[in-house]
């Protein structure tokens, strides 16, 4: 069976500054994986994904996210973080054939 | 329209009543998904849909719900004799395919508050 993990309820950072969203995953094969945000009152966006290829992929915003097969994580970063980054956070993972499977979510907060 | 429609945006409904929650996918997404939003539980998956293959009912958390997609495009969420525990955002979605990498991201639409007193 395939899980996802967001270890962080909260992330809290100022802005400016660098900020992660950690992700970690299980799964028996190879896994898709994607970043989702949820702004208040609003619907999921879509922001990156990985399939395969660069480990390295870049999404929208600013946003990009590291494939780590060893450690089997996701982990979701912006070089420098904007107060209207202050959203919620999902990760997924899937495979070929499966609907995807969300993590509970992060809420990050960027102060400024 | 261009994104996932969903109506109604808010639901509110006596414990025991049945409910229909409906979504217009995007044209030509042949993959249907419906979510479950729970304050502080994530996204729960509940059932979804891929051109005339059997859908997946795996996630669906009681007999007293279900779902249908007709002819490839609309489908409807049907709860009976709804509980207060059923209280959350329905979340419907779409994508190009299941399978396939290039095409697999999903759209979410605006989802439906549903409210059971």
């Known amino acids: 069976a395939q899980s996802v993990a967001q270890p962080e309820d909260q992330v809290n950072v100022a802005e400016g500054n660098p900020l992660t969203v950690k992700c970690t995953y299980s799964?028996?094969?190879?896994?898709?994986l994607f970043w989702y945000v949820q702004y208040p009152n609003r619907g999921l966006q879509f922001l990156l994904k990985y399939i395969t290829g660069d480990n390295l992929v870049k999404g929208s915003y600013g946003f990009e996210a590291e494939f780590n097969k060893s450690q089997t994580s996701f982990h979701l970063k912006k070089p420098s973080a904007l107060v209207s980054d202050s959203a919620l956070y999902f990760c997924?993972?899937?495979?070929?054939?499966?609907?995807?499977?969300f993590g509970k979510g992060t809420t990050l907060s960027v102060s400024s | 329209g261009a994104g996932v429609s969903q109506s109604p945006s808010n639901k509110v409904t006596e414990k025991g009543k049945d409910v229909e929650l409906r979504c217009d996918p995007i044209?030509?997404?042949?993959?249907l998904y419906w979510y479950r939003q729970s304050l502080g539980q994530g996204l729960e998956f509940l059932i979804y849909f891929q051109g005339n293959s059997a859908p997946d009912k795996s996630g669906l958390p009681s007999d007293r719900f279900s779902a249908e997609r007709t002819g490839g495009s609309v489908s409807t969420l049907t709860i009976q004799r709804t509980q207060q525990e059923d209280s959350a955002v329905y979340l419907c979605?779409?994508?190009?395919?299941?399978?396939?990498?290039?095409?697999?991201?999903?759209?979410f639409g605006p989802g439906t508050r549903l409210t059971v007193t």
């Open positions: 997924a993972v899937g495979q070929a054939g499966t609907a995807l499977i």
């Open positions: 979605a779409s994508s190009l395919g299941v399978t396939g990498g290039g095409s697999y991201e999903q759209y």
């Open positions: 799964v028996s094969g190879n896994p898709y």
């Open positions: 044209s030509g997404h042949t993959a």
